[in-house]
């Protein structure tokens, strides 16, 4: 009996689970790491039960604004200004074409980091500091107060409006060494940081979980906005009055 009553409240969860995404509305956003860590993915189960699928592509903000453009998505999102994102794009190449159309919100803030391994002694990094790791001038560990073993950098391809802003407010001017550990994500530049003593990598503050630490360093605040084509439809309305309201609690600061 007490099986049967075991197996009877599985199915009942299993059936109001699948009953709440069988009737949800679908809502597909493309994003840069900022608000894919911070801001969406910790909103999308909760948003199951206002009726709201919410499908998140971690693409970037370059290839979120593209699939706007061409329809892909309903909304991109990025830890960017709506100019520097602008700029951004016509930087790489791919300048939009009608930014005028174009309707945004700011839907949270964000601080980008510096992570690094556990073992790593580092416990702070100055401007000049992180200046000299990342355009390759420092080599060593040994060199900012570390062991004597190589400095490896883990770079981000879909991080660019990480990248963006660190290049803005740290580098001045200073180019990125091309000797990285080219990746993915911010999830994925964790991951390669919490794998390697050496290494060394940027990301959204939510990014960090208790695998890699945040070395002390020069604060890096930036907005976090959503974009749509004109005026949000109903159902992307629906996500940014959850994130104005009851969102709040999930949304990670």
């Known amino acids: 009996m007490k099986r049967l009553i075991a197996t009877f409240?599985?199915?009942?969860?299993?059936?109001?689970?699948?009953?709440?995404?069988?009737?949800?509305?679908?809502?597909?956003?493309?994003?840069?790491a900022a608000p894919?860590?911070?801001?969406?993915?910790p909103i999308a189960q909760p948003l199951l039960k206002e009726g709201i699928s919410l499908y998140v592509s971690s693409s970037g903000p370059k290839n979120a604004m593209m699939d706007l453009e061409r329809g892909v998505v309903d909304a991109a999102a990025a830890g960017l200004t709506f100019q520097d994102w602008l700029n951004l794009m016509k930087k790489e190449?791919?300048?939009?074409?009608?930014?005028?159309?174009?309707?945004?919100?700011?839907?949270?803030?964000?601080?980008?980091?510096?992570?690094?391994n556990k073992e790593n002694p580092v416990a702070k990094l100055s401007k000049e500091q992180l200046q000299g790791i990342f355009s390759g001038k420092v080599d060593s560990w040994k060199?900012?107060?570390?062991?004597?073993?190589?400095?490896?950098?883990?770079?981000?391809k879909l991080t660019s409006g990480t990248?963006?802003?660190?290049?803005?407010?740290?580098?001045?001017?200073?180019?990125?060494?091309k000797e990285v550990i080219e990746t993915m994500t911010a999830e994925d530049i964790r991951q390669n940081v919490a794998s390697n003593p050496s290494a060394i990598g940027?990301?959204?503050?939510?990014?960090?979980?208790?695998?890699?630490?945040?070395?002390?360093?020069?604060?890096?605040?930036?907005?976090?906005?959503?974009?749509?084509?004109?005026k949000p439809s109903a159902k992307v309305q629906k996500v940014l009055d959850f994130i104005k309201g009851e969102g709040q609690k999930y949304i990670k600061k």
């Open 202 to 230: 940027i990301g959204p503050l939510a990014v960090l979980d208790g695998t890699v630490k945040q070395v002390e360093s020069p604060e890096i605040g930036r907005d976090i906005i959503l974009v749509t084509k004109g």
């Open 93 to 116: 190449g791919h300048e939009v074409k009608d930014p005028a159309s174009l309707q945004w919100t700011m839907i949270g803030k964000d601080k980008i980091v510096a992570l690094v």
């Open 163 to 177: 990248n963006s802003m660190f290049a803005n407010k740290i580098m001045d001017g200073k180019e990125v060494t």
């Open 9 to 32: 409240a599985l199915t009942a969860l299993c059936t109001a689970t699948f009953s709440l995404v069988a009737f949800a509305e679908d809502v597909k956003i493309g994003a840069g």
């Open 36 to 41: 894919s860590e911070n801001v969406l993915k």
């Open 143 to 156: 060199e900012v107060g570390g062991a004597d073993v190589p400095v490896l950098i883990v770079w981000g």
